[in-house]
């Protein structure tokens, strides 16, 4: 049973699904390909205080601090916050020292029938960047490797360090696997 969550004292608003989509396709028919910063800003902007809420989270269900945790016990209860915030279930996986692995099979911001030309869930990009950032020891960039609003299976999502991203973006860009451009950083 999910964790009770009092999202008007964590600043935290329940949206729907649909409202999510819909954004992201009236952004794309009326911003064409730049919309995707739009969403990347407006999720980042949220960042901070989903981390609180995760905190608060954390707090009321007797478990240390978010920076206190170890790397497995913090995977396990950002799985669980997300799974209670309704975002999804989120598995988070250490890739070497060199980046994170965020996957889920039913993230809300993806939308299977929006068959998008490529990843298409900008807003968690954001989000993710700034709420990852918050328990490493530098800021973090998130890259969306696969999406099921572009027929992936599964929503994947890549956090490392700007520069690992930015190595992981030219060598995705270029055609290659995100895994073989990770290996070729350790």
């Not at 608003?13 to 819909?22: D, G, K, L, T, Y």
């Not at 920076?67 to 799985?79: N, S």
């Not at 060199?98 to 993230?107: G, P, Q, T």
């Not at 992936?152 to 055609?175: D, I, K, L, N, W």
């Amino acid at each position: 049973m999910p964790f009770p969550t009092d999202l008007g004292s964590q600043n935290v608003v329940a949206m729907p699904r649909a409202s999510i989509a819909a954004l992201r396709t009236a952004l794309l028919r009326d911003a064409g390909p730049g919309y995707a910063t739009y969403l990347q800003e407006a999720g980042y902007a949220g960042g901070e205080m989903l981390f609180e809420a995760f905190a608060g989270w954390l707090t009321a269900r007797g478990a240390d601090a978010p920076a206190a945790l170890p790397l497995d016990a913090f995977a396990t209860q950002a799985g669980a916050f997300f799974t209670d915030m309704g975002w999804g279930r989120v598995d988070v996986t250490a890739i070497r020292d060199v980046a994170a692995l965020i996957e889920s099979e039913n993230w809300a911001e993806s939308d299977p029938d929006a068959r998008l030309d490529h990843p298409g869930c900008h807003f968690t990009t954001g989000l993710l960047a700034d709420f990852l950032g918050r328990v490493a020891t530098s800021p973090l960039a998130v890259l969306e490797v696969e999406c099921r609003s572009s027929g992936g299976s599964r929503c994947r999502f890549v956090a490392g360090s700007a520069e690992v991203m930015q190595h992981v973006y030219e060598r995705v860009a270029a055609g290659a696997d995100y895994t073989a451009a990770l290996e070729e950083l350790a």
